[in-house]
């Protein structure tokens, strides 16, 4: 019954992504909802969730939009091994500090594997107007969607998981 659950998730935000993310723009970052909700997975799910539900969430947003799933299992890939090295790392930070961590290095990576390849299809190659206005507000739309996300769902009570997988006994 959680499978289907995740799955109707993964569906809802691939389609939230293509329909809904693009009207809250700042300059040329759009939300990543996707990485949101693959953080959050990874958090109060467990890793196993988020290794199913990656490569499904990419599918189904390929299929909503243009991009092609494989590059955006690429774009996706490095949050969990990223987000468990934190972890293993013993960085001194608390469970929320982490997250937002890896979701600005993550989101990073996935803005930069996209403008990747969409100059490859022929856009314009600046790399100063894709730090100042793609990077840079994308971080900060992200952390101010993890904050919007995370407090409630600590607040109820849900505990985090170990997101490394000898850690959450997969």
């Known amino acids: 019954m959680k499978g289907v659950g995740v799955t109707a998730l993964l569906v809802i935000v691939a389609l939230a992504q293509v329909t809904v993310a693009p009207l809250f723009t700042i300059r040329g970052a759009v939300p990543e909802l996707g990485l949101l909700l693959l953080l959050l997975l990874a958090l109060f799910a467990g890793p196993g969730s988020v290794m199913a539900g990656l490569p ?7 299929f909503a939009s243009d991009r092609a799933p494989g590059l955006l ?51 314009d190659p600046s790399f100063g107007a894709l730090v100042l206005d793609v990077l840079i ?29 000898q850690g959450s006994h997969y």
């Open 73 to 123: 299992v690429i774009a996706y890939l490095p949050l969990l091994p990223f987000a468990a090295a934190l972890e293993d790392w013993r960085v001194p930070l608390w469970e929320y500090p982490r997250a937002a961590i890896a979701l600005v290095v993550a989101g990073f990576w996935l803005r930069g594997v996209l403008a990747f390849g969409a100059i490859a299809q022929g856009a």
């Open 137 to 165: 507000p994308g971080a900060f739309l992200d952390l101010a969607l993890l904050t919007v996300a995370y407090v409630p769902l600590r607040f109820i009570g849900w505990g985090g998981q170990r997101l490394s997988l």
């Open 56 to 62: 499904a969430l990419a599918l189904f947003q390929g």
